[in-house]
């Protein structure tokens, strides 16, 4: 299967303001995350849509923060990153990519992965070139294809009939070899898998491994979740794999990893000439990220092995993903059980809501959900493209980065109202 999304039209649907807006923005809604927040807010609903924690950040983090702050660190940052940030990331990152990083060659710090995904985008891609999207994806990259002027090509995971992990929906080697053209520059994963919770295989990641060599690919592979992983399931980097990398450009987010997604602080790893081409990019966007920071998160990850940190943040999420995923199954949302991430996605297939209107079903399904039982879930047709939407008809996404009691209080009103 083969799909190119047309720049002009992507998202057009869901397009709420007429403005003198350039056509390179034109074709974009309000993201689902904002639109589903503010519904929440609106209806009083226990918010399990957006992905942000509700618990407050650990206190060796938030001291930190409060140290850098009062130490000076308060003008322009090194554009490529804060020493004292991308120096405790080389400690961090050499062992798990099983080389020496180069601090100031080799990494570039973001103002979130949002960031990273754009300059990694702006800095690689020309105009006309197309970049492989897996669907579900994450809802920026599409977005952040089209501002740099290539088209996106969607290739959706498979998900295997009666899934009910999230390895079992697979990418279809022979789908993406379809996909695959000599206008082709670049692949996007995301491992763990926001939405679905999936984690990659090694094998998996070899077989896409060699498509990208035979094809002399690039890849971008967005790790923002590669801290929560579940039932011992190993995170693989494809960027470990066997010449994979020279072609791989890896991110993290601060945000995720710490808690503190409104500190917008991520990271692009990659070999020096793509690392350069990041930052090309980066200097001309916001130039330099918060000064202090970097210096927290720097200090943070200093950290993290003797508290152990990385390995009880997993431990936590195991625990919060139990109580949701007992709550869906006694509801009646069969749900896909996440090897990594914070999120749920459920079959809704069974629900008999009254659906009124010509939306896409879980769409309306959500708004439901919102309105009427007090629980807010997203959509995850926005993470499809307008093509291949009816593919997420009968799935909803729920996150459990939620203290304990509102996730008890969201799985009282599921087992009450539904
Ligand atoms: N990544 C978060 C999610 O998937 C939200 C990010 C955002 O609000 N843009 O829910």
């Given at each position: ?9 992507f ?13 390179r923005?034109?074709?974009f809604?309000?993201t689902?995350f ?17 992905g ?56 570039v710090v973001t103002t979130g992965a949002t960031e990273g995904i754009y300059a990694t985008v702006q800095g690689l891609v020309?105009?006309?070139d197309?970049v492989i999207l897996i669907e579900p994806f994450y809802d920026s990259y599409p977005p952040s294809v089209i501002m740099a002027g290539g088209?996106p ?32 520059k670049l692949i996007i994963i995301n491992t763990?898998l926001n ?23 690039l890849v971008l592979s967005d790790e923002v979740y590669e ?11 494809i ?9 791989t450009i890896t991110l993290g987010s601060a945000g995720k990893?710490?808690?503190?997604t409104?500190?917008k602080i991520g990271w692009a790893i990659a070999?020096?000439?793509l690392a350069?081409a990041v930052l090309m990019a980066h200097?001309w966007i916001p130039?330099?990220v ?92 926005a993470f ?35």
């Open positions: 299967m083969r799909l190119r999304g047309p720049s002009t039209t998202l057009k649907e869901r397009a709420t303001v007429s403005t003198p807006a350039a056509v923005v034109q074709s809604g309000t689902v904002a639109e589903y927040s503010a519904l929440s807010l609106e209806y009083d609903a226990i918010n399990l849509g957006q942000f924690p509700d618990f407050p950040a650990p206190d060796f983090v938030i001291e930190a923060a409060r140290t850098a702050l009062a130490s000076g660190y308060n003008q322009y940052a090194r554009s490529a990153g804060h020493p004292r940030l991308v120096n405790a990331l080389a400690a961090v990152y050499s062992p798990v990519f099983d080389r020496e990083l180069d601090p100031l060659t080799q990494i020309n105009p006309g197309e088209t090509v969607y290739v959706p995971l498979r998900p295997k009939p009666g899934a009910t992990s999230a390895a079992d929906w697979r990418i279809d080697m022979e789908d993406l070899r379809a996909a695959i053209s000599p206008k082709t763990p939405p679905v919770g999936k984690m990659y295989s090694r094998e998996e990641l070899l077989a896409l491994a060699q498509v990208a060599q035979e094809h002399d690919l801290w929560m992983t579940y039932d011992g399931t190993p995170h693989v980097r960027a470990t794999l066997p010449g994979m990398w020279e072609r990893t710490f808690s503190v409104g500190w070999p020096e000439p350069h200097q130039f330099a918060t000064t202090p920071l970097q210096e927290a998160v720097g200090a943070a990850f200093e950290q993290v092995e003797e508290r152990n940190y990385l390995h009880e943040l997993s431990v936590m999420y195991q625990a919060k993903r139990e109580i949701l995923l007992s709550a869906l199954n006694d509801v009646g949302f069969p749900p896909l059980t996440p090897h990594g991430s914070y999120f749920i996605l459920v079959d809704t297939t069974d629900l008999d809501a009254p659906l009124p209107t010509d939306d896409l079903r879980d769409v309306q399904i959500c708004r439901w959900l919102t309105k009427e039982i007090g629980v807010t879930a997203i959509p995850p047709s499809y493209s307008p093509e291949h939407s009816h593919l997420a008809s009968n799935v909803a996404r729920f996150c459990f980065c939620k203290t304990d009691a509102i996730l008890e209080a969201a799985a009282t009103r599921l087992r009450t109202n539904l």
